[in-house]
């Protein structure tokens, strides 16, 4: 594990600047499809594992706002990487929840992130409100809401209508092998999906990669595939999805889980592993030893601009420091900051 330089400042303001084209977003929801915007260049911020309510969720959401501001982005939109909501809503958890607000509305508020957030369920959004996985799909379903989990695994385009940059798969990483089982402390089933949804998932992401993509594809889950994190690689993952990145010649998987910022490369894949799973719950020390350009258990955020012929990839810190950059191209190959 290596820890780069810090990115100069100036130099990652100036890059920001020059491709700061203020973008409109012109969503079209069809049947788990959603299209978007026109223009070049597209800024996303990725957070996982933040559903707290606490105050290292709030501070990293400063921090994301702290960003914008200075680097002067209007996001497009946020993905939101699972573990949306951690523990138990007192008020029980619904669309009417309290949580909605104080987990979600008010930290991360339209005024600063006015697009589009896009959200794939982690295994605590199953397990810790049973039934919770219904409620969040209930919730995109509410007039004018940000929310968007239009199914449990999606597909969006993003950029201009006929000449899109890139395509989004995002999945549900919750198979019964990875997430269902009985809960070690008290006996019970836990929630996941079911076999028959494992299998229509794997068959429609398999259709996905086989169908006309945009230049970059990106896929989005929230367990990892490869980490050299706390809960390390994910091996149903590694051996049902991760050949498919491969022959799909998939840019980028992102995901959470792991509570600290990653990204790894193994050698000969297409794929970049970009793990951001520093959005507000209790960061873990990293326990694999896998080289890799980057990976510390810390909170913070990870700024993705998407260009026509580029991936730009930044982790930031939660004082909205940047701590790694590398930018993905549309070859497979990759380069540091
Ligand atoms: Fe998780």
Redesign the pocket.
């Known amino acids: 594990m290596t820890s780069p330089a810090p990115i100069d400042r100036r130099r990652a303001l100036k890059t920001l600047f020059c491709s700061s084209a203020l973008l409109s977003l012109n969503l079209r929801e069809g049947a788990g499809t959603l299209r978007a915007a026109e223009g070049d260049s597209l800024d996303l911020l990725l957070i996982g594992?933040f559903g707290t309510s606490g105050a290292d969720q709030r501070k990293v959401a400063q921090a994301m706002r702290d960003y914008c501001q200075t680097a002067q982005i209007t996001p497009h939109g946020l993905l939101l990487l699972?573990?949306n909501f951690y523990s138990a809503a007192k008020d029980g958890f619904s669309t009417e929840s309290v949580r909605w607000k104080n987990t979600f509305e008010d930290v991360y508020p339209a005024e600063a992130f006015p697009g589009p957030c896009w959200a794939v369920l982690?295994?605590?959004d199953y397990h810790d409100n049973p039934g919770g996985e219904k409620v969040q799909l209930a919730y995109a379903q509410r007039p004018g809401t940000r929310w968007k989990m239009p199914a449990k695994w999606y597909r969006f385009d993003l950029g201009p209508e006929g000449k899109p940059l890139a395509t989004v798969i995002a999945l549900d990483s919750n198979l019964p092998s990875i997430s269902g089982g009985k809960d070690k402390k008290s006996g019970k089933p836990r929630g996941s999906l079911t076999e028959a949804e494992a299998a229509e998932q794997l068959a429609w992401f398999k259709a996905q990669l086989g169908s006309q993509r945009a230049p970059f594809t990106i896929v989005m889950a929230?367990?990892p595939v490869y980490s050299n994190g706390d809960h390390g690689d994910t091996r149903t993952l590694v051996k049902e999805w991760g050949p498919l990145l491969q022959e799909h010649k998939v840019h980028a998987y992102l995901c959470?889980?792991d509570h600290d910022l990653q990204h790894l490369e193994l050698e000969g894949q297409h794929t970049s592993y970009v793990l951001s799973g520093g959005g507000g719950a209790k960061t873990r020390k990293l326990e694999g030893d896998r080289k890799m350009p980057y990976g510390k258990d810390i909170h913070g955020f990870t700024h993705l601009r998407i260009e026509r012929e580029a991936l730009v990839f930044t982790h930031l810190d939660a004082s909205a420091e940047p701590v790694h950059r590398f930018t993905k191209r549309l070859d497979g190959s990759f380069e540091l900051a």
Do not use: A, Q, V
């Open positions: 594992d699972g573990d982690g295994n605590h929230h367990h959470g889980h």
